[in-house]
Nanobody, 122 residues
Framework: QVQLVESGGGLVQTGGSLRLSCAAS????????MGWFRQAPGKEREFVAA????????YYADSAKGRFTISRDNAKNTVYLQMNSLKSEDTAVYYC???????????????WGQGTQVTVSS
C-alpha cells in the first residue's frame, strides 16, 4: 500500500514557476514508477510526466517538454514536478500517482494522491 500527498500548488502568473511535491508513505515506494497527471474543469485527466523507480528514464507529454521536470528523491520518499514558464492552459488539479510499471496511461497507476490545484493567471 502506498499513500500519496501532493503539495505546492497555488496561484501564479503566466511565465512563473511552481514546484509540486508528492510525499509517499510505505516502504515499497522505491519500487514504484511515479507519474504526474492533471485534470482541468470539463476535461479528462491527462498525462504530464513520469519516471521509473530509479529515476533514470523520464517521460513527458508534449505540452510539458522543455518546461516541466520530474524528479524523485527515494531517500525522502518524494517525487517532484518543477514547472517553469507556466501558461494559462496549465491550470488544473495536479495528481501524483504510483504504478508498478512506468506508463503514460493513467489506467496503469494503482495509487493516487488527492490532488493539488494549480492556477495560472494571465
Amino acid at each position: 500500500q502506498v499513500q500519496l500527498v501532493e503539495s505546492g500548488g497555488g496561484l501564479v502568473q503566466t511565465g512563473g514557476s511552481l514546484r509540486l511535491s508528492c510525499a509517499a508513505s510505505g516502504r515499497t515506494f522505491i519500487s514504484y514508477a511515479m507519474g504526474w497527471f492533471r485534470q482541468a474543469p470539463g476535461k479528462e485527466r491527462e498525462f504530464v510526466a513520469a519516471l521509473t523507480w530509479l529515476g533514470g528514464i523520464t517521460y513527458y507529454a508534449d505540452s510539458a517538454k522543455g518546461r516541466f521536470t520530474i524528479s524523485r528523491d527515494n531517500a525522502k520518499n518524494t517525487v517532484y514536478l518543477q514547472m517553469n514558464s507556466l501558461k494559462s492552459e496549465d491550470t488544473a488539479v495536479y495528481y501524483c500517482a504510483a504504478s508498478r510499471t512506468s506508463s503514460t496511461n493513467y489506467a496503469a497507476y494503482d495509487y493516487w494522491g488527492q490532488g493539488t490545484q494549480v492556477t495560472v493567471s494571465s
